[in-house]
């Protein structure tokens, strides 16, 4: 069974940084493209970055230059470091599965991030 | 960047109802677009890839179409479960972009 499980989030000060993980199970992550994804509270949703099973990696302008996606094969897990966090961060940020036709099949439950004073 | 624009923002409607949902590209997507479902409290569900496919388990009342900057989600008879926020996504040009989202509400 195809399971994602975040984990990381939690309540930062604005500058600060999170590392947030995606532990896969049922597939490889290599073999898939990989993305993170968030939600602000009552709003849409945002991609932030994917990393293809080539290594690749892509960013959007709001991830570009603070955020960072890897990914460690022997653990199955994605990663998403974030630094230089500002309170705009605050969302759930889910990370999902890229299906090979296209559209990401699997998403996992998400990982609240919320950046105050 | 590509703009998805979904409309309309909310639509009513009654259950055994038919309902279509727009989606358009500000520019072409090819066939590369993607329908989610939300709903509250709860991850984004696949329903549509490839603009037409059904993805693994979705019901055959849910139906995509168009190709270019067109899109339409097409649910043929309500049912109580499919009362949640639907997106589109396109995939074919990187950064991949959402729509706002159409909210089903009962009506």
């Known amino acids: 069974e195809v399971q994602l499980v975040e984990s990381g989030g939690g309540l930062i000060q604005p500058g600060g940084s999170l590392r947030l993980s995606c532990a896969a199970s049922g597939f490889t992550v290599s073999a898939h493209y990989m993305s993170w994804v968030r939600q602000a509270p009552g709003e849409g949703l945002e991609f932030l970055a994917v990393i293809y099973g080539d290594g690749r990696t892509y960013y959007t302008d709001s991830a570009r230059g603070r955020f960072t996606i890897s990914r460690d094969n022997s653990k199955n897990t994605v990663f998403l470091q974030m630094n230089s966090l500002r309170t705009e961060d605050t969302a759930l940020y889910y990370c999902?599965?890229?299906?090979?036709?296209?559209?990401?099949?699997?998403w996992g439950q998400g990982t609240r991030v919320t950046v105050s004073p | 960047e590509i703009v998805m624009t979904q409309s309309p923002a909310t639509l009513s409607v009654s259950p055994g109802e038919r309902v279509t949902l727009s989606c358009r590209a500000s520019q072409s997507v090819r066939i590369y677009l993607a329908w989610y479902q939300q709903k509250l409290g709860q991850a984004p569900r696949l329903l549509i890839y490839?603009?037409?496919s059904r993805a693994t388990g979705m019901p055959a009342r849910f139906s995509g179409s168009g190709s270019g900057t067109e899109f339409t989600l097409t649910i043929s008879s309500l049912q109580s479960e499919d009362f949640a926020v639907y997106y589109c996504q396109q995939y074919n040009t990187w950064p991949y972009t959402f729509g706002q989202g159409t909210k089903l509400e009962i009506k």
């Open positions: 999902a599965r890229g299906n090979d036709n296209g559209g990401s099949d699997y």
């Open positions: 490839g603009a037409s």
